[in-house]
C-alpha cells in the first residue's frame, strides 16, 4: 500500500490481517518451469572440475490491487493494473577447486566463471492501468464493482539483460591456528531494450571489480576469531513500479561493502557466534513528489549473536539476538542522518525443541520474535511500534513402507496478533 498522507496526519491503526482490499476479479498467476544439470570431474585426488546449466522459464498473469492510503480514518484509493510478462532464464558456470603447497603454507583455490542471460517479454503496448477504480475504507468495507480483464497474451520482446563474471578465490593456511581468505571478483552486466521498449534503457552497461580478504585465528579446534572485508555488485536492475512518478524506468546495480568482526565457538553441548558489522549500500528512496531513485548510502551497523544449547537429552534452547543502526549518509539534506526506512532497531527470537521419550520421533517447539520499533519512511514523519509474535510446531518421524516419513504441523501467530 502507498501512503499519501501528509506529514502532519498520523498513521491509521492495525489493520486485521484477514481483510482484503482487492476487488473482485483482480488475481496472480505465475507458472515457472526450472531445469538443471551438471557434470563433474574429479581430475585427481586434489583437482576437480565442474560444469553446470540451469534454465528457467517464469510466465505471470495478474490484475494487481494498486492502493493509495489517503487519510488517518484509512480511506484508500483504488486504482487496478494489469500486466503479462514472460522471463526466460539461462545460466552456465564452470569452476576448477584444488589444493596445493608452497612451503609450509597450503592453499586450496577456486576459480570459476558464468555467464547469465535472462529475456523479458512483455505486452507494455496493451497492458492497462485503471486510475481511480473506486475508493474503499480499511475499516468499513467498500462493495467495489468487479473487474473483467481483457488483456491478451500478445508479448513482445521487451529487453534482454547479459551478466558475465569471473572470480578467484584462495583460503590460505599459514599455521595451524592462523588462516587468509583472498578472493576477487570481476562483474559486467549488459542491458539491450527492444525498439520498442527503448524508453526503459536507463542504463546500457555496468561493470564492477570486487574483492573480499578475511583473516582467522584459531586457538582451539572449536573456537575461530575472525575479521573480513567484503565488496560486492548486485549485478541485477530495479525496475520502478507503476506506484511511482518515474514508472517504467530501470535503476542501475547497487555496490555495497561490508565490514565484520567475531568470533564462532563451540563446545559440549552448546555453540556461540557473535558479530560486529557495518554495511555500507547505496541508497534507495522515495521523493516528496513521489520519485524512486538512488542517492547517497544506507548505512547499518549493528551487532549479532546467536547460541544454541542442549539442556538435556531431550531440551533445547536456541537463541539469536540484532542490535541495529541504520542510517542514510551522504544524501540529500532532507534524510541526511535519518533512519533507514524498514529496518526495525532491535530483533531477537528464542525457540525450545523438546523430544518425546514415550513416542518416539515425536517433538514439539514453542518459540517467540521480538521486532523493534520501525520508521516506516525515508523523511522518518511515521514510525511503526514494536510487536511480539509466538509460534508453535510439532515434527513426527516415522517409516511408512520401508519409507521414512517426517510430518510436520505449526502454528506461525499463534496469539492472533494484529501488527
Do not use: C
Not at 317 to 323: E, F
Request: no cysteine; net charge negative.
Amino acid at each position: 500500500m502507498n501512503n499519501n498522507l501528509d506529514s502532519s496526519e498520523s498513521l491509521p491503526d492495525t489493520v486485521s490481517g484477514t481483510r482484503s482490499i482487492a476487488p473482485e476479479g483482480t488475481f496472480d498467476d505465475y507458472k515457472n518451469i526450472v531445469a538443471l544439470t551438471s557434470l563433474n570431474w574429479d581430475i585427481d585426488e586434489t583437482w576437480s572440475v565442474r560444469f553446470e546449466y540451469d534454465y528457467s522459464k517464469n510466465e505471470t498473469r495478474w490484475v494487481k490491487t494498486l492502493a493509495y492510503l489517503e487519510n488517518s480514518t484509512g480511506d484508500i484509493d483504488i486504482a487496478l493494473y494489469d500486466q503479462y510478462f514472460d522471463v526466460n532464464y539461462d545460466q552456465v558456470q564452470v569452476q576448477a577447486n584444488g589444493e596445493f603447497d608452497t612451503g609450509s603454507i597450503s592453499h586450496s583455490l577456486l576459480v570459476g566463471a558464468s555467464y547469465q542471460k535472462s529475456t523479458t517479454y512483455r505486452n507494455d503496448p496493451d497492458r492497462k492501468v485503471t486510475w481511480g477504480y473506486g475508493t474503499d475504507n480499511l475499516y468499513d468495507p467498500v462493495d467495489l464493482t468487479a473487474y473483467n480483464s481483457t488483456l491478451e497474451d500478445n508479448l513482445s520482446l521487451a529487453w534482454t539483460d547479459k551478466q558475465e563474471s569471473f572470480y578467484v578465490s584462495d583460503f590460505i593456511s599459514l599455521t595451524d591456528e592462523w588462516e587468509v581468505l583472498l578472493g576477487i571478483r570481476g562483474t559486467q552486466i549488459e542491458h539491450t531494450p527492444s525498439e520498442y521498449f527503448s524508453s526503459y534503457q536507463a542504463y546500457n552497461e555496468d561493470s564492477a571489480v570486487t574483492p573480499t580478504a578475511a583473516l582467522m585465528y584459531k586457538p582451539d579446534m572449536n573456537t575461530t576469531y575472525y575479521v573480513s572485508y567484503v565488496e560486492s555488485f548486485e549485478g541485477t536492475t530495479s525496475y520502478v513500479g507503476e506506484t511511482y512518478a518515474n514508472a517504467d524506468e530501470l535503476l542501475p546495480p547497487l555496490e555495497s561493502l561490508q565490514y565484520e568482526l567475531g568470533v564462532k565457538t563451540a563446545g559440549d553441548g552448546w555453540s556461540m557466534t557473535s558479530a560486529l558489522f557495518r554495511i555500507e549500500r547505496g541508497a534507495t528512496l522515495v521523493t516528496d513528489d513521489n520519485y524512486l531513485i538512488q542517492d547517497g548510502l544506507s548505512i547499518y551497523q549493528g551487532f549479532e549473536f546467536s547460541a544454541a544449547w542442549e539442556v538435556t537429552d531431550n531440551l533445547s534452547l536456541y537463541g539469536d539476538l540484532m542490535l541495529l543502526d541504520a542510517t542514510y549518509d551522504k544524501t540529500n539534506t532532507a534524510v541526511e542522518g535519518n533512519d533507514v526506512a524498514g529496518t526495525p532497531s532491535e530483533q531477537f527470537s528464542i525457540q525450545t525443541n523438546y523430544d518425546f521419550d514415550a513416542i518416539p520421533g515425536l517433538a514439539i517447539n514453542l518459540g517467540a520474535k521480538h521486532f523493534g520499533k520501525t520508521t516506516l519512511d525515508s523523511n522518518n514523519n511515521w514510525e511503526l511500534p514494536a510487536y511480539n509474535l509466538f509460534y508453535a510446531g510439532a515434527s513426527y518421524n516415522t517409516t511408512l513402507y520401508d519409507k521414512s516419513l517426517t510430518i510436520i504441523g505449526s502454528v506461525d501467530n499463534l496469539f492472533d496478533k494484529e501488527f
